[in-house]
């Protein structure tokens, strides 16, 4: 065990890292690439203002996830997690809830290494099935989606939300003080948003839900932790 933990720690986190930050590096430059294609290949250009205009409006609906979304699910996905998921896509949807049942199935403790392994492997497969799912979507998914009746069709827009409520049940049943927390943060600012005490933010307040709902879980949870009234 002392040198698997030694291999871990001194050849498999470094490794992962390294080629971790080339392939994220290499595909945020590949981001660009149909861009550069449309631009300077076909002569489409919108102009610097509207690439600036468009640019910045994404920014200011987006940035906040830069940064809550690698600190949220960092304790779930591990190191090779995150690089993987990042770069895949699909990180909240599809890449954390497979890394949290690869986990509970294996019965591994996550933010351990064994956690970490479980959850690269997790995310692994996860990848390879949803390339192989949706290719074959992409194929036949107008074709099915076209037989389908009308209310199964706009069900499937309640996946996500389902999918987010399994997982919070999934982690407060191992930890209800965590889950009764982060349910009271999260309404009580929905509640706030909707009744417009969210208004003096700029744009949508959706991101000062997120943040305080999930900083304000961490916090929480940390004094609960300090205070003796949460085991780790």
């Known amino acids: 065990m002392e040198n698997n933990q030694n291999r871990y720690e001194t050849d498999y986190i470094p490794y992962i890292v390294r080629w971790g930050r080339i392939t994220n590096l290499l595909g945020v430059a590949l981001c660009f690439l149909p861009a550069l294609i449309l631009t300077f290949g076909f002569g489409f250009n919108p102009g610097l203002t509207a690439i600036v205009t468009g640019?910045?409006?994404?920014?200011?609906?987006?940035?906040?996830?830069?940064?809550?979304?690698p600190i949220s699910y960092f304790p779930v996905l591990g190191i090779p997690g995150?690089?993987?998921s990042f770069l895949a896509g699909n990180g909240s949807s599809l890449r954390l809830p497979c890394s949290a049942a690869a986990q509970d199935s294996a019965g591994v403790v996550q933010g351990t290494e064994q956690g970490t392994i479980i959850s690269t492997i997790g995310i692994a497969v996860s990848i390879f099935v949803n390339v192989a799912l949706l290719s074959l979507g992409v194929i036949l998914?107008?074709?099915?989606?076209?037989?389908?009746?009308?209310?199964?069709?706009?069900a499937l827009s309640l996946i996500l939300p389902a999918l987010f409520?399994?997982?919070?049940?999934?982690?407060?049943?191992?930890?209800?003080?965590?889950?009764?927390?982060?349910?009271?943060?999260?309404?009580?600012?929905?509640?706030?948003?909707?009744?417009?005490?969210?208004?003096?933010?700029?744009?949508?307040?959706?991101?000062?839900?997120?943040?305080?709902a999930v900083f304000g879980t961490i916090g929480v949870s940390k004094l609960l932790f300090d205070k003796g009234m949460l085991k780790a």
């Open 55 to 69: 640019s910045l409006a994404q920014v200011s609906g987006s940035c906040i996830f830069w940064f809550v979304e």
């Open 82 to 84: 995150t690089y993987m």
């Open 141 to 154: 998914g107008t074709s099915v989606l076209s037989q389908l009746p009308a209310q199964v069709v706009s």
């Open 165 to 212: 409520g399994a997982m919070l049940a999934q982690f407060a049943v191992a930890q209800p003080k965590i889950g009764a927390t982060a349910i009271v943060l999260a309404l009580a600012m929905t509640w706030l948003s909707k009744n417009g005490f969210l208004a003096i933010f700029p744009g949508q307040p959706t991101y000062v839900i997120i943040i305080v």
